[in-house]
């Protein structure tokens, strides 16, 4: 079976379509189809069938995906194990992470980096986690984060590596009534307005706990993913929020802590299963692991 054959069929399993396939590879739509069917041929199996207008991957399909997966990720070290030998760099590794994560973590990333002869490309994304296998069509690793009861990303094409766990607190303005107290326990907040993130991210996650734990819906009047512009409405008592300990930025918040809730977020590094193997990839993902030492005073 031709490799670059196995390469349109695992942008097929990543991107969904086959017009998404042809301008990810810049080949036309007819030209990406014709691929697949020598591919089906190759294989003497089917490996498509129809989804309304579109295709969708057979079990026999899908298996080959994941073999894909190696010999691609094979062929990518032999590639840089080659360039060794000829005394280039390393390589380029290309990096995603969601936007808090990078600024607690990147500038000590890239400065453990600096000597490595790794050119590490970073770029920010920030989605849900069940959109992280998705990236890893573009990325050779993934930043994400979770709530700490969520499972695991790993699965048959995502390994997944816990980086370091993070507390949410409570944040509020100096002047307001909770301010002088170290703690608070879900049904003190009850009745607050809330400055949160949008559904699907591990602060929303914690903050859908406390209704649970209150049996009260939380009255939440923004949804913002930027935290620095929650920040600057909680200090001027437009709502209170939850926020992850280390991406509190303002000199006049007021952190608390939450008693009665298991409050926090994951950071996990999501690879495919064999890219560690790829010595560019296993320097980026040790340099994320010091980086995480550092940031949460491990060393």
Do not use: C
């Amino acid at each position: 079976m031709s490799i670059e054959r196995l390469r349109v069929l695992r942008e097929l399993a990543d991107r969904g379509t086959v017009a998404a396939v042809a301008e990810a590879l810049s080949m036309t739509p007819s030209a990406v189809s014709q691929q697949l069917k020598v591919l089906a041929r190759e294989a003497g199996v089917a490996l498509l069938e129809p989804d309304g207008r579109r295709v969708r991957l057979t079990d026999a399909g899908r298996a080959l995906v994941v073999r894909a997966d190696e010999v691609l990720e094979a062929m990518e070290r032999a590639v840089n194990e080659m360039a060794e030998y000829r005394g280039s760099p390393r390589g380029r590794v290309r990096v995603a992470l969601f936007p808090s994560g990078a600024a607690l973590l990147l500038p000590h990333v890239l400065a453990e980096l600096a000597d490595s002869g790794v050119e590490m490309v970073a770029r920010d994304e920030d989605v849900p986690p069940n959109e992280v296998p998705r990236l890893l069509a573009d990325y050779d690793v993934v930043l994400t984060h979770r709530d700490e009861r969520a499972p695991s990303l790993s699965g048959p094409r995502v390994a997944s590596r816990v980086l370091m766990r993070e507390p949410i607190d409570v944040v509020v303005a100096p002047g307001h009534r909770l301010a002088r107290q170290g703690a608070v326990v879900p049904a003190e907040l009850s009745d607050e307005t809330w400055i949160s993130v949008r559904t699907g991210f591990p602060v929303d996650d914690v903050l859908r706990s406390i209704a649970t734990v209150t049996g009260v819906q939380p009255r939440i009047a923004q949804r913002l993913n930027e935290f620095g512009v929650i920040e600057a409405l909680v200090a001027t008592g437009y709502g209170v929020a939850l926020m992850p300990r280390y991406a509190v930025r303002h000199p006049e918040m007021v952190m608390l802590r939450l008693a009665g809730v298991r409050a926090a977020r994951v950071y996990d590094l999501a690879t495919r299963p064999h890219a560690a193997k790829r010595p560019a990839v296993a320097i980026v993902i040790a340099a994320f692991q010091a980086a995480a030492r550092r940031a949460t005073g491990a060393e």
